[in-house]
């Protein structure tokens, strides 16, 4: 069965630079959510979409943006990266709003050096 | 503060043993979930409870609900290597369902 696909798998970025990170969520899902898991903690909600529109939003930082496309792939587009940032960025996907079930991507391991 | 505290933090133990770990919480919740996290990989969904009460069997793991809706266990009987991994219990929140977390049980079972 399909699976999330998260991309790129590993990125490396020094301070103040930009990243993007793109998820293609399961075949008629058409919900997506984003999560951030630093080192040793548990994955905390960024920000989700629901049919192209922002549904929710969590503790993401004004220097991150993120959008839900026509295909309902997303990307999280992250600016002025800080050593902070470092960490793997989940995507998960829903087959509709108000579902039990979420399946996440591999997720991003993004490092900032 | 955390919503969901989950215990124990770590538990290392032999293969063929048994174990529960716990999700606690003051708060009411209409559904839990449990996830299963290997390292440098998403979490992945192991049950929902939503019934107070509620127990759930998946082969060697059984899931418990708390009468009351505030906590849940996970019981794994006669643990292999293969169940290593960070354990999450997780709640829904908000109208579009976003995941809240605990910290998780970092299970590891030496062969």
């Given amino acids: 069965a399909?699976?999330?696909?998260q991309s790129p798998r590993h990125l490396i970025k020094e301070k103040r630079e930009t990243a993007t990170l793109k998820c293609y969520p399961i075949p008629r899902h058409?919900?997506?959510?984003?999560?951030?898991?630093?080192?040793?903690?548990?994955?905390q909600f960024l920000i989700s979409f629901y049919e192209k529109m922002?549904?929710?939003?969590g503790s993401i930082p004004d220097r991150f943006?993120?959008?839900q496309f026509s295909d309902y792939h997303s990307e999280l587009n992250m600016s002025s990266l800080e050593l902070g940032d470092s960490a793997l960025y989940f995507c998960a996907s829903?087959?509709?709003a108000g579902a039990y079930e979420q399946y996440f991507g591999p997720g991003t391991r993004l490092t900032v050096t | 503060t955390q919503l969901l505290e989950q215990s124990?933090?770590?538990?290392?133990i032999q293969e063929g043993e048994n174990l529960t770990v716990y999700c606690n919480s003051s708060s009411v919740?209409?559904?839990l979930q449990w996830y299963r996290q290997e390292p440098g990989e998403g979490p992945v969904l192991?049950?929902?409870v939503v019934t107070g009460g509620e127990v759930k069997k998946l082969k060697r793991l059984t899931f418990q609900f708390g009468d009351a809706r505030k906590d849940s266990s996970l019981h794994i009987t006669a643990a292999q290597p293969g169940d290593t991994g960070l354990y999450l219990c997780a709640v829904l929140s908000g109208g579009y369902n976003k995941l809240i977390f605990g910290a998780g049980t970092r299970l590891a079972v030496h062969p």
């Fill in chain 1, 54 to 57: 922002q549904s929710d939003k």
């Fill in chain 2, 46 to 48: 192991l049950v929902t």
């Fill in chain 1, 94 to 96: 829903s087959p509709r």
């Fill in chain 1, 30 to 43: 058409d919900t997506v959510y984003w999560y951030q898991q630093g080192p040793g903690q548990d994955p």
């Fill in chain 2, 29 to 31: 919740f209409s559904s």
């Fill in chain 1, 65 to 67: 943006s993120a959008q």
């Fill in chain 2, 8 to 12: 124990p933090q770590f538990l290392s």
């Fill in chain 1, 2 to 5: 399909a699976g999330v696909i």
